[in-house]
């Protein structure tokens, strides 16, 4: 009877601070504090979802329909679209209970205006969002987000799109969701000059980064500088970190995938912010290494490695360390999420990882088909990655730790500049 008293004293003490904390995992009383939690942050999303709803859906004379009738005309169905909520949800570590939340922020996007400026980079980064082809459901919400400027895709040039950049930023000051791509050259900034009026990149970003609501850098040029700023990185190319004075939240990768664009945009819909890394990256998207949810992973742990591209245990679609797969040094949910609507991604096709979403990884990760632990000690003095593999079966539970380590004593060797 004292220990229910004391049980029961507990978990009223519990509920009173839940008031102020979304932290459940805290309460070792359990399951009453988390349900009670869980309905706080849904009713927290919710509020914010029912706020968006009272304004005017944007670009009305694009998309008269709702997302259903525009993912109907695609062919896509609502089952299809549920479970492409339920596949997000689950990626943004929310329970099951949210993803009714999660499809209501993808129909309420419409409201939501974005500017998308391009800076030095391939475009590659649209590309992997706006694929003509066989469009999937990720790639139509990003079109159907009020997507207020974006030259890959706009018809306007010159004067023309200057003016449609300052009236988006106008009228949607404090509102508007900011991505860049590309890196941006810094006290060089001749190198990169845009538009009718040649203003510079680094003073379209200021610009824009004034009355954004949220910044996000697109790709890993725009988060650490990408293939410019590579040794000798002859423009001084700079993460967009580095230009405005504004928080920015890093999607890398080289490209990152759909899902991390859009995922991302939804995160910030449902919850306003989100927990990042060390390098301001989405801890739901880059909080586990390629290593960790890697198929070929058994085979890492067994020991069995491709030790030439072509040979029989590549064909038996062994591990590809041997082979220069940098998967144990590199952030990304590649491995769960995939590319080109969950089709494939590099190691399922028989490529290793090459570290794109790492801060320099052009410097630090190549050449791309040789292991890292050739040429880096680890913290574990003489057993560099290399070694774990050829001793996999004594010390395996070593591996992740090594990687780790490494991940952090690359890091650390990057010289600020
Ligand atoms: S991150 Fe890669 S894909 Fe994206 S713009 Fe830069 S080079 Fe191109
Ligand atoms: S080393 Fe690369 S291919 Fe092998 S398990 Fe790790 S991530 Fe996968």
Not at 369 to 380: D, K
Request: proline share 5%; with cysteine; charged share 20%.
């Amino acid at each position: 009877m004292k220990l229910l008293e004391s049980t029961k004293n507990i978990v009223e003490h519990s509920h009173s601070h839940t008031k102020v904390s979304l932290d459940y995992s805290q309460n070792p009383q359990g399951n009453n504090l988390e349900l009670n939690t869980k309905k706080g942050l849904f009713r927290k999303i919710k509020a914010r979802l029912d706020s968006l709803a009272k304004s005017p859906a944007l670009r009305k004379e694009k998309y008269q329909d709702d997302l259903m009738e525009v993912l109907a005309k695609n062919g896509f169905q609502r089952r299809e679209f549920m479970k492409w909520a339920a596949v997000v949800t689950a990626s943004l570590g929310l329970p099951a209970s949210f993803v009714p939340l999660t499809a209501r922020a993808a129909e309420l996007a419409n409201r939501v205006p974005l500017i998308w400026l391009h800076m030095a980079e391939c475009t590659g980064c649209s590309e992997s969002l706006l694929r003509s082809e066989d469009p999937g459901i990720d790639s139509i919400i990003f079109d159907y987000v009020s997507l207020e400027y974006h030259e890959t895709i706009m018809a306007a040039s010159g004067y023309q799109a200057e003016k449609s950049l300052e009236d988006a930023i106008t009228t949607y000051k404090g509102k508007y969701v900011l991505m860049v791509e590309g890196g941006i050259p810094k006290n060089t900034e001749y190198f990169l000059t845009i538009g009718a009026h040649a203003r510079t990149g680094a003073e379209e970003c200021r610009h824009a980064a004034e009355g954004a609501a949220a910044i996000f850098a697109i790709g890993t040029c725009s988060s650490f500088g990408g293939v410019q700023a590579a040794a000798p990185n002859p423009t001084n190319a700079n993460p967009l970190s580095e230009i405005i004075n504004k928080r920015v939240i890093n999607v890398p990768g080289c490209p990152p995938s759909e899902k991390n664009i859009v995922g991302t945009l939804m995160h910030f819909i449902l919850l306003g912010d989100m927990a990042v890394d060390a390098f301001n990256r989405p801890k739901w998207a880059y909080g586990l290494r390629i290593h960790d949810l890697c198929e070929r992973r058994g085979h890492f742990d067994a020991g069995e490695f491709v030790q030439a591209f072509g040979d029989e245990n590549a064909k038996h679609g062994f591990c590809l360390y041997k082979v220069g797969c940098k998967g144990p040094y590199t952030f990304n949910n590649c491995s769960k999420l995939r590319f080109n609507s969950h089709t494939s991604w590099p190691i399922g096709a028989g490529h290793g990882c090459i570290g794109c979403s790492e801060p320099r990884f052009w410097d630090t990760m190549n050449p791309f088909e040789v292991p890292l632990g050739n040429r880096y000690q680890t913290a574990f003095t003489g057993a560099g990655a290399d070694r774990t593999a050829d001793n996999v079966g004594i010390i395996v539970l070593g591996a992740a730790a090594i990687g780790i380590a490494a991940h952090a004593m690359i890091s650390g060797a990057i010289k600020p500049k």
